[in-house]
């Protein structure tokens, strides 16, 4: 049985991963939960799967009807029902905690990630940013802790595109890998011109093609950001320098990833396009459990295509490899503008093409330095977002 704290539980990865704990009862149990506002959904959630330790990370929603509801039924339960960012990163750190399924969203979840793997608790990752922003510290942490387990799986990765290449890693020699395939499904508007992207609203940029997600991933999808973002996670987590690294449009989806070895040979990973599959085996490994959806049946899947990503259009996924190649705070200055970009896209405060001049803007203004420590990375993201609402203001 493996205890799971799951920070983000009412967004998209986190009922997905409560749909794979409801699936495999005997394996799995959610001992914890943090949401950001959403207090009558962690309710239900609670009640749902028997969970007592709950954090509100807006520590706004403490005064609504539900919040005294869900205190009560925490308490009831010897637990406990805490508000504020600090009491979600603590939750980590609970003694009956073996996994944290770490679903937050931006870089605010970097903290979590330090804690979780400082502390020798698995870290099941759907929240990229932290990697992203802090790899360089969470990586040492993460290898330690594999050291001390005799194998790879304190951090397992639950993006879809990370989970596929673990899996095609499994039993090979890292020496002999030669490039890591990143698979992109190219987003609602994979073959426009930069013309064609002008006028794009938010709904427009919302609707993917092919994953069903949170809001912020949805856009981020939209403009390559994602992929910029996933080429960085991928660099951090298999060790792998940026020039082994390659994107491919591949529009179906049905190809999670490829890696390719020194031989010529490649290992794809194919499923269906539900993030329960790679949820489900970050929490299974080393095993693998019955399926949670229905496997592909290749009968019907059509064609397979494949194209090189149109980087002159979709200028996010360039910058992010550049801050990834570069280095150092850099990364976390991109990220932290392109929340602040998206976020204004969002409220119809800057125009589509401006998500890319604002990530550039913050990072020619504040460059790069090495990366010391999570104070230091907070005062950079702080600066960074500073910086790209000074130019989304300006708009
Ligand atoms: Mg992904």
Redesign the pocket.
């Known amino acids: 049985m493996k205890n799971i704290c799951l920070l983000g539980s009412t967004g998209s990865i986190g009922t997905q991963t409560l749909d794979v704990v409801a699936k495999h009862p005997d394996e799995l149990r959610c001992v914890a939960l943090a949401v950001r506002r959403s207090v009558g959904t962690a309710l239900a959630q609670a009640r749902q799967f028997g969970v007592h330790q709950v954090a509100v990370a807006d520590e706004l929603a403490a005064n609504s009807p539900e919040a005294q509801e869900l205190r009560a039924w925490c308490e009831a339960g010897g637990g406990f029902l805490r508000f504020g960012a600090q009491a979600v990163e603590e939750l980590c750190l609970l003694p009956d905690v073996d996994v944290v399924v770490n679903a937050l969203v931006g870089a605010a979840g970097l903290r979590a990630s330090y804690l979780t793997l400082e502390a020798g608790r698995v870290l099941a990752l759907a929240n990229k940013e932290s990697l992203v922003v802090g790899g360089d510290l969470l990586m040492p942490l993460a290898a330690r802790l594999n050291g001390l387990r005799g194998d790879n799986g304190a951090l397992m990765p639950i993006?879809?595109?990370h989970g596929a290449i673990y899996q095609c890693l499994l039993g090979e020699d890292m020496a002999e890998v030669t490039k890591l395939w990143v698979t992109a499904s190219g987003g609602p508007f994979r073959g426009r011109t930069r013309e064609q992207l002008t006028g794009i609203t938010p709904a427009q940029a919302l609707a993917h093609p092919t994953w069903n997600m949170g809001a912020k991933i949805s856009i981020d999808s939209s403009t390559l950001m994602?992929k910029g973002l996933?080429v960085i996670e991928a660099h951090h987590l298999f060790s792998m320098p940026y020039e082994k690294i390659e994107v491919v449009v591949q529009p179906q989806s049905a190809i999670h990833s490829m890696v390719e070895f020194s031989d010529g040979s490649v290992k794809a990973h194919l499923g269906t396009t539900d993030m329960r599959i790679p949820i489900q085996f970050a929490l299974s490994y080393p095993q693998r459990w019955e399926a949670p959806v229905a496997p592909l049946d290749f009968r019907t899947l059509g064609t397979l295509e494949f194209a090189a990503p149109d980087t002159d259009t979709f200028r996010c996924l360039a910058l992010a490899r550049q801050a990834g190649e570069i280095g150092g705070t850099l990364p976390c200055v991109m990220n932290a503008a392109n929340e602040v970009a998206v976020a204004a896209f969002l409220a119809e405060q800057l125009p589509y093409l401006g998500i890319a001049e604002c990530v550039e803007d913050a990072m020619e203004a504040l460059g790069s330095q090495p990366v010391e420590s999570l104070d230091q990375l907070a005062a950079i993201d702080a600066a960074s977002r500073a910086r790209a609402r000074q130019f989304v203001a300006g708009q």
């Open positions: 993006d879809s595109e994602n996933e």
